[in-house]
């Protein structure tokens, strides 16, 4: 069945590269504001909002390069892996999280391969998985851990879903409201104890934030509350870091 929606999905997006419109940013944030409820999806619903279709088929009919400036391309790539991740999971009822969607292989073997690994996001006529998406374009590219506040993989530890779109003439601002949600719900950082417990995400992709944790702290200090971020800039080295478990159980309706 997930190879059929798959197959299926794919020949939608390639007869849908036939026209050339920027996608309609405004269509996708009437999705998310219908289907999102504070943090959490309503996935069931979403899978039977022929909106988020009409949406994917002008991201896929859009090239990134015939965008006018990088912010513009950087907000489409990012509104792509989101919008790709919701039409994976609504796809699959029954999925409690992302990680138990396999079997979607369509080029090669990759019936057992991670969700994050299947080919079937399509941007300007160009076929993807999720992780090219972010690890090959997005990270390389753009160079700005800020997206790692805007992608959203489906699991409650992630950012939460931002109910609009992101939109080139707003995404600093968009992208800095992001971070600031991401350390204040996500993560605990508590200036009186000066520790840190952040989430798996700054160990992860560590590398995007700071060569070293002294230089991840600091970076941080740009989205907390002011007695934290004087004492993540000043007092560095007196702080202690731990990582969080990563919750990988669905953002949805309990």
């Not at 849908?16 to 269509?27: E, K, N, Q």
């Not at 943090?39 to 279709?53: E, G, H, M, S, T």
């Not at 088929?57 to 892996?81: G, H």
Request: proline share 4%.
């Amino acid at each position: 069945m997930i190879r059929a929606f798959v197959i299926s999905f794919l020949s939608f997006l390639t007869t849908a590269v036939s026209t050339t419109a920027a996608p309609d940013d405004a269509l996708f944030t009437a999705v998310l504001q219908d289907h999102i409820d504070v943090i959490a999806v309503d996935y069931p619903a979403i899978a039977q909002d022929d909106r988020l279709d009409t949406y994917l088929a002008q991201i896929a009919a859009t090239d990134p390069a015939d965008l006018p400036s990088d912010e513009a391309r950087l907000a489409l790539w990012i509104n792509a892996y989101n919008a790709y991740t919701l039409k994976l999971v609504a796809s699959v009822p029954t999925a409690t999280t992302i990680r138990e969607i396999t079997g979607l292989g369509t080029k090669g073997n990759q019936d057992t391969a991670k969700p994050w690994d299947h080919v079937f996001a399509t941007v300007g006529g160009k076929d993807y998985t999720l992780n090219q998406i972010e690890n090959e374009i997005i990270r390389p590219r753009f160079k700005d851990a800020r997206i790692h506040f805007a992608l959203v993989c489906a699991a409650y530890s992630c950012p939460q879903l931002r109910n609009e779109a992101f939109v080139a003439g707003r995404l600093d601002e968009q992208l800095n409201e992001q971070g600031h949600r991401f350390l204040e719900n996500r993560n605990m950082i508590d200036p009186r104890t000066r520790t840190a417990e952040l989430s798996q995400i700054f160990n992860w992709f560590k590398e995007d934030f700071g060569s070293d944790e002294n230089e991840v702290l600091r970076y941080l200090a740009d989205f907390v509350p002011t007695s934290s971020a004087n004492s993540l800039r000043n007092e560095t080295r007196r702080w202690t870091v731990s990582y969080q478990d990563y919750d990988w159980s669905l953002n949805d309706r309990k």
